[in-house]
């Protein structure tokens, strides 16, 4: 541990300092705050931002501020975790989770129902974050980890991560519906939304199966777009996220871990160094995204009947060859 470290000034980069002085100032004086707090698993850079701006960081018991580097041997504290910087960071881990009808996403619910996070492992050091939300009552993937920077590439907007519904309505859709949500787009109270793809599974009777998928996560936006067409929906499950599938063999409430060569692929596509280090390029990292999602095959699923036990198999009932048994496409 550096004990010197404990007593030098925290210090800021100016903006109209040079450039090379800049550099160099940075091998000095460390890492900045919210990505140490970010990489060990807290939440999002922009996350750590809000926390130390509402005081909720210290640095060897003093409070943090923004802008505020650390270097190795510091303690930093935030909402009762404790980490020492230059400590060995745990690696990356992500889980994939069934999650089933009448779980909610959340660990703090007013009405104490059953959460996801209760059938998580649990860990000893940082905290499983979820990759997005399924409602209350949808079914399908999630997807869980502990870092923060991942968590925070699939989430965020910018990069249009590719959501991938199978859909149950009360109906059949018409031509001009099709056309509609494909191309002109279907105005919600919070804006228009659009599906990037979308396939008739067939059906039987009054319900009828759809294949979607579009490139964001608004709440509900997929029951509210088919109400808003007359056709509500009465079972709903996530089948794909990213690259990432619901594996075929993962029964409801349960979980599977990606392993080292899993991992590695997916934190590659989302634009980030495997050991860790310095994320890149905010401007690659969408044109990586995009060349993984066209250069993929995604498999069609029979949905129209049985459709817990198909939602992540080809029509013929096997598993792509594309995949791995955790549903990660190659």
């Known amino acids: ?104 996403v959340s660990r703090d619910d007013p009405e104490k129902r059953a959460s996801v996070f209760d059938k998580l492992p649990k860990l000893r050091d940082g905290k499983w974050i979820a990759i997005g939300r399924l409602d209350f009552n949808t079914s399908g993937l999630l997807i869980f980890t502990t870092s923060g920077e991942l968590a925070n590439r699939l989430m965020h907007p910018r990069f249009e991560v590719e959501r991938e519904y199978a859909v149950r309505v009360q109906g059949a859709m018409t031509e001009e519906q099709i056309t509609r949500v494909l191309k002109d787009g279907v105005e919600l109270e919070d804006g228009p939304v659009k599906f990037e793809k979308l396939q008739d599974e067939g059906g039987e009777g009054f319900n009828h199966w759809y294949r979607v998928m579009l490139k964001e996560g608004r709440n509900r936006v997929v029951r509210r777009t088919f109400d808003a067409l007359g056709l509500p929906v009465s079972r709903l499950m996530r089948v794909r996220f990213g690259i990432i599938n619901l594996p075929p063999r993962l029964k409801r409430g349960m979980t599977t871990e990606l392993d080292a060569g899993e991992l590695a692929q997916v934190l590659d596509w989302a634009g980030i160094v495997p050991d860790g280090g310095e994320l890149q390029q905010d401007s690659s990292a969408p044109r990586q995204i995009e060349r993984a999602q066209a250069v993929k095959a995604v498999p069609r699923p029979a949905v129209a009947r049985g459709a817990d036990r198909g939602a992540s198999r080809t029509r013929g009932g096997r598993m792509s060859g594309g995949k791995s048994k955790t549903g990660v496409q190659r």
């Open 1 to 104: 541990m550096n004990k010197k470290s404990k007593l030098m000034p925290r210090k800021t980069l100016a903006d109209d300092e040079p450039v090379d002085d800049k550099l160099s100032d940075e091998k000095l004086i460390g890492e900045k705050l919210q990505k140490v707090l970010a990489q060990a698993g807290f939440g999002s850079r922009r996350t750590m931002e809000e926390w130390i701006a509402a005081g909720r960081v210290s640095v060897n018991g003093e409070p943090a501020t923004l802008g505020m580097r650390v270097v190795e041997g510091d303690l930093v504290k935030a909402d009762r975790r404790t980490i020492r910087v230059g400590e060995r960071a745990h690696a990356a881990r992500v889980l994939l989770y069934h999650k089933p009808e009448g779980e909610i």
